[in-house]
């Protein structure tokens, strides 16, 4: 990434989106869209000074809603380029209200609220298309209750899990675990404001407020007003203690998950969604495991698979090391349903085939794996560049040149082309380029001439 | 001495001190940092910057270059390997040599881990400028290293990678060599019937190819012929083609493609292998191109010296071309019983699965088999354990068809050697890494497609010769070759000639030569990372810009 930003002959163009292709192989003029930031791109730094003083706080797209951001974001600490972006829907100055503070705090006078978006023509031999993939959503399956049971996660946000950059840095804390926390950390704000307003009651009549009570109880105050309003807000106080106290004893038992399961072809080989393999899955599965193995010894996951598709290089070999050394156990077959049982425990039923018997396991963390679905705004964008798409979504490509689309000069690879992973995406980029290359050559040549 | 520190009168280091906006400014005091930096020996100038990274931030090193006339500097803020580069071009803008640059890390290094201690933090600021101020007083100027390139290229196979290799960068104008050793190209194309998943006819596809090559004036084919020998590095190869039973000619080209392919394996001694009634796949291809199967009954076997502990790597290819081969025996007989036994269906991607679905709803049989209860030939019948049912079944066949997995070519590891690349714990070919340089070698100006990497399909095979084009061009279409000056050297008159340096060197970049019993670096292919200035028992190898006297300097300033 760092060594595209660096290249001297790459123009990148984040926060852009092509608008129209016209002209022909060798000759295409694209039109994009680049989009305001509100931030020039010139004079930013990327110091970040401007997100931490940004009052808005939001979920953060990038750790799967997992973490949070300010409306002045960088979409991830290493990001390229490290212009910093201010999101036009949730920042108080764009949206009428007073704030400013980032436009404030930027010593480099880089925040400008009257950016507007740029339109800016491209004169190009050939076009790369490299859109990639969007993870399926599975809360459209409904037997496995994604977004029901806190603890059914997909494997993006498994993996924003794992990431000692992420939300929880590192440690596999269940999110049902995370929800109670939020809502002790809510909660003990609620019940530190009450406890202000009693210590006024206490300071001024001299008496604790639990003592106070007992007498009030007892019909000591009848008819005094301002000792009433004490009484109401004791009660209201117990009301936020006593479910404080609930939630501090669940936490007492609160571990990180180390029982993990793994679900395969979640929306995958499905004929209600997608029929074909998204290549990647199980490997990631397998990577996952590894690593969640890795950083708790006691970690052991089961990873449940029609085929476990380790076909890469050094990829079966790195699976049966799974199993010989992280605790991962094969299991073959698709799940049929998942369940919460007991402690908040996904329950997982499927029918092993060895034993051919219907069995339910309960588990700390179920983890999805999703499939790779089309990018968002495909057919937008095929019409956009007057390409085709194939039956199962991806951009359409050719028997004999198996990375150019159906318009002259266009080329696709890696998750635009099909679903594949990192490796064979590099391998099919390189390969893009080189037909890129040889349109531009011959146009280059021809013009020479 | 080597590297003599100029007088210090003539000694004019610039240090420039950056607050990062907050982000170092915030953490420990800049301006202490500035101020003491002024204080220290050579140094001529020193400033505190918002943002040195930015047009005013450059522009103040740039004008303290041609104000102060300095001729060393110093930038004391984030990390050299984003911002490194920067700082040395604007210095060379200035006509500074960029060598003359040193960099310091007093964010990642010192504001941010040591956020909440302000005191310690600047001190630790103030050592590190020290460390390199230094240092800066030792440093000398250099030029980059430049080397010529040939823009020819040398292809070793001519199977459907190296074609594909061979073709795009013949179109891209560059001069092509492909040496196959075959009396024809192809590879294992030439005998396969029909290919996955589109269905055309293998021979033609590689025909195809083998034309549009064979139209280019700047392609030329050496058939029948091996690579015999190979000498030079990135940009100046030279290499010894003999065709069979002729003489010996010689090339010089700049980059080379390896796309040896591989073989599928001759399962001899497994499931009562014959070649006539237990067949591999590849002699199931041989005979449904030669005409009309006679077998009514097919068996295949999955996983044949695959995925065992001999030979633990799968394949990749072998289930698509079972189903492939399945669906053509039901499309040519639709009567006929095809059965797949299985461990896992390999068929990743959108067009595999739909092909094994397909073969589903065509009538071909599948059933999964475990490894520790493998499937039985006997005569007549196939007889497995089926989990399912939990009972042992026969299937009767007239032919058994083993998928047996590509293995490297016996001649593989020869061929490495001659060219000084890695192979894999299986015999493939090792890439330099696995996941973002796929087909790259990690000695520069060698690459890698097709199965001679790991088994892959044609379509596989094709982008990858592709992509092993493009790599090459990104060297190839330039003027020549520069690379950074950092570089190690070996003092002819005190080495020994102990070889100690070579076993160390990661990049084959140094050589010994035993007239004068002395080794030398290649300048252009060494990498800078100092492997052999580390080991020399006689100090005699040493890395520019790292030279033992500038680490002294940095270390004593400690
Ligand atoms: C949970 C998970 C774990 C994985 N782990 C691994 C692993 O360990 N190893 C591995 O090899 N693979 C892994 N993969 C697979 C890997 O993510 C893909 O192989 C890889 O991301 C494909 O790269 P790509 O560039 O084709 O697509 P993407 O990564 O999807 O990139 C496409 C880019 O195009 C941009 N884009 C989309 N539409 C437009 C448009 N209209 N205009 C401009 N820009 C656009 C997107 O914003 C995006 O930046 C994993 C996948 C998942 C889901
Ligand atoms: C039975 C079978 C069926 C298959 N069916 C399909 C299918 O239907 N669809 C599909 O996509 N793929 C199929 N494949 C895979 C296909 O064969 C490979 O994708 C393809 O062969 C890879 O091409 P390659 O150029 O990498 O290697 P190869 O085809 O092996 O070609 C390598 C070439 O290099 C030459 N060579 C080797 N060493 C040297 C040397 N030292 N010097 C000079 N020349 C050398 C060889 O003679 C050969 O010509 C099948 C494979 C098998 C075994
Ligand atoms: S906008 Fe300003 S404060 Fe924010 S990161 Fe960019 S330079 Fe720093």
Known sequence: MLDVGRHPDIDLMAYSEVEKVEGESGAFK??????????????????????EKCPTVL?????????????????????????????????????????????????????????????????????????????????????????????????????????????????????????????????????????????????????????FYDAYQKGAYEGDEDRGKWAEKYVAHLALVEPLDALKREAEGFDVAKRLAFVQCVGSRDFRFYPFCSGYCCMHSIKEAIIANEHERETTSVIFGMDIRAVGKGFEEYKIRGGNQSGITYVRGRVAEITEGPQRNPVVTYEDTRERKVISRDFDLVILATACAPSEGVERLAEILGIERNRFGFFKTGTSQSLDTTRPGIFACGCAHGPMDIPESVAQASGAAARAAQIVTAASMRKAS | MRGKKPQADELRIGVFICDCGSNIAGHLDCSSVTEYASTLPGVAYAKENLYTCSEAGIGEIQKGIKEQKLNRVVVASCSPRTHQPLFQNSCAAAELNPYLFEMVNIRDQCSWVHMEEREDATQKAKDLVRMGVSKAAFLEPQQDIEASLIPRVLVIGGGVAGLSAAGSLAAMGLDVVLVEKEVEAGGLLRRINRLAPHGEKASERVLEMLLSIKARPNATLYLGSRVEDVSG??????????????????????????????????????????????????????????????????????????????????????????VKNARFIKEQNPEAHVHILYRDMQMYGTENEQMLCDARGEGVRFDVFSPDQPPVVQEGKVEFYQP??????????????????????????????????????????????????????ATDGIFVCGSARYPANVQEAVSQGLGASSRIATILFKDKLITSAIVAEIDPETCVGCMGCMEMCPYEAITYLPEKNICEVNTVLCKGCGCCAATCPSQSATLRGFKPEQLMAQIRAV
């Open chain 1, 59 to 211: 979920p953060d797209a990038f750790n799967m809603g997992l973490g949070t951001r300010k409306a002045i974001y960088s979409w991830f600490a290493q990001g390229i380029p490290s212009t910093h972006t201010i999101d036009p829907a949730h920042c108080r100055q764009l949206n009428g209200k007073k704030c400013g503070i980032c436009q404030k705090v930027c010593q480099a006078n880089a925040v400008n609220f009257d950016q507007k978006d740029r339109i800016v023509e491209l004169d190009v031999g050939a076009i790369v298309v490299a859109s990639g993939y969007k993870v399926f959503d599975p809360s459209q399956i409904p037997e496995y209750q994604y977004r029901q049971i806190p603890n059914v996660i997909t494997a993006i946000e498994f993996e924003r899990l794992l990431s000692a950059s992420g939300p929880t840095a590192g440690h596999l804390h269940r999110p049902s675990d995370l929800l109670v926390e939020a809502e002790m950390e809510a909660l003990e704000k609620d019940v530190k404001k009450s406890e202000k307003a009693l210590d006024k009651f206490e300071q001024k009549y001299g008496q604790a407020s639990a003592a």
């Open chain 1, 30 to 51: 694209a039109t994009i869209r680049r989009k305001a930031r509100y931030v020039e791109e010139d004079r930013c730094t990327g110091c970040g000074a401007c997100k």
């Open chain 2, 233 to 322: 590095y990135i940009g100046n190869f030279e290499i010894t083609i003999r065709p069979e039973g002729g003489e010996a000619v010689r090339e010089k080209v700049g980059c080379i493609v390896v796309a040896t392919g591989a073989v599928p394996l001759k399962p001899e001694g497994l499931y009562r292998y014959d070649g006539t009634r237990v067949v591999t796949q590849m002699e199931l291809e041989e005979r449904l191109a030669a005409g009309a199967l006679e077998a009514q009954r097919v068996v295949m076997i999955q996983c044949v010296g695959a995925r065992s502990p001999e030979r633990e790597y799968c394949s990749r290819i072998c289930c698509q071309t079972a």
């Open chain 2, 388 to 441: 399912l049912t939990g009972e042992m079944v026969g299937i009767p066949c007239d032919l058994v068809v083993l998928s047996t997995p590509l293995v490297p070519r016996d001649d593989a590891q020869a061929l490495s050697q001659l060219l000084r690349v890695p192979v894999d714990q299986n015999g493939f070919f090792l890439e330099a890494h696995a996941k973002l340089r796929p087909l790259d070698f």
